[in-house]
């Protein structure tokens, strides 16, 4: 029989990603074959596999950290919120259809026997599963055609594993209840509690270790301390995305936080840089000192666009542009620099056009069909490759005469232009994600950047952004094996601790 384990949690952001990331590290790194699992990601980060198919970052990086090719099939369904009620649904790596919450709850059995047979098919190609819950496991509300969290458990009968974010206050409270609302079939298979993000001395925690193990009589198998990774996050919504304040830095980017914001993640690579100091600001915060100005993804382009002018943080960001500051769109942050944007079959929300902030002369229109690609090229203005992912639903076209192609790109045997960039003017857009992975790239457009400024050229460039995310999966599993009781956790997966 092979082996499985799941991770579900008291409450949202409570680390269930990270744990399972580093647990896959663990099981990888003492000779096991295992692969992430969960069956439905609600998060606006995600990336794209090799075979063009788009999946929760999260679980990309769980499939890292086990060492394994990232599958559709270890992130089923990914639900990509497009306003307060909807979402997008992507199922197997492709847009299934647009829901409100009452549709996805009658959608949710046919999606669950989908659920199952892509797990299925994990279990034959990999000896351990690591499961992943979503939100809190005791949505009571949600119980019903439940293939997510207690309800999967039961299906693919998981022994599991119940987090807890102490650093949140109420930890012994959060448990006790979690538990208590769990009927008996499911708390059943709670086999042990991990308690999550603690800072201070274990000793202080045992006095309520051993009351809350009486209470509900499961085992607290670990006190993980509070770990700051580099890593990226699950969560487009997280309130820290772990920018560090730093004193000396030459050059500060300013992260615009739209409503619908995706794929942030693109930016974390730049907190390698000892020079760049990066803020993720709101729509009221001023924008003052930045010397390049980031408009990243969205979910909800036009409908972010218009609350970013609502909020007058066009006028902010052409200001900034006056004063000297480079603006870059990704995405959806790239269509909000042309002239126009239209969405005629209203794909992402009930806007049919709107103007956009007029800095690059370019019309989009936004299409039905999603493109979702891997690719590869050259940066021609910086003369340096690139690599990075595409994951849009609009088509981007620069008046003629006017091009100023950023990127050349291969994608499937084509050589293809893409984006604009404009040095004199200090604008820079692209469709394409993960551009600040490529380090070499960077280094050059923050030299670009130091020049400007008056200032000399760095010619040191971080570590590949991978390695240094690799690095971090190895400390995140050297964290848990000193916190963790792992021989506990072998046990329950009926395997016996490696030497």
Known sequence: MRKKIMLVGTASSVGKSTLCAGLCRILEEDGLKPAPFKAQNMSLNSGVTPEGLEMGRAQILQAVAAKVVPDVKMNPVLLKPTSSEGSQV???????????????????????????QAYGELEKEYDTIVIEGAGSAAEINLRKNDFVNMGLARMVDAPVLLVVDIDKGGAFASIYGTVMLMPEEERKHVKGIIINKFRGTRALLKPGIDEIEKLVGIPVLGVVP??????????????????ERKTKADITVGVIRLPHI?????????????DVQVRFLSLEDSLEG???VILPGSKNTLSDLAVLRAAKMDEKILKAHEKG????GICGGYQMLGESLEDPHQVESSLL??????L???KTILEKSKKTTLVEGVCLP??????????HMGKSVIHKDMQRPFLKLGEQGAVSEEGYYHEGERIIGTYLHGIFDNSGFTRKLLNVIRKSKGMEEISEVPKDYWEEIDKELSRLADTLRDTLDMEAIYEILHEHPRG
């Open 325 to 328: 500051a480079v603006i870059f």
């Open 290 to 292: 930045m010397d390049l």
């Open 382 to 391: 910086l003369a340096c490759p690139v690599k990075g992912y595409e994951i």
């Open 360 to 362: 690059i002369p370019m």
């Open 90 to 116: 992507v199922l197997l790596g492709k847009v299934y259809g647009e829901v409100g919450g009452e549709n996805y709850i009658s959608m949710k059995e046919e999606l669950s026997v989908k659920v199952l």
């Open 226 to 243: 509070y770990l700051p990774l580099n890593l990226p996050e699950e969560d487009s919504l997280m309130e820290d995305p772990g920018a």
């Open 262 to 274: 995706s794929n942030y993640t693109d930016v974390q690579p730049l907190l390698l840089y000892e």
């Open 353 to 358: 056009e709107s103007r956009g902030l007029e």
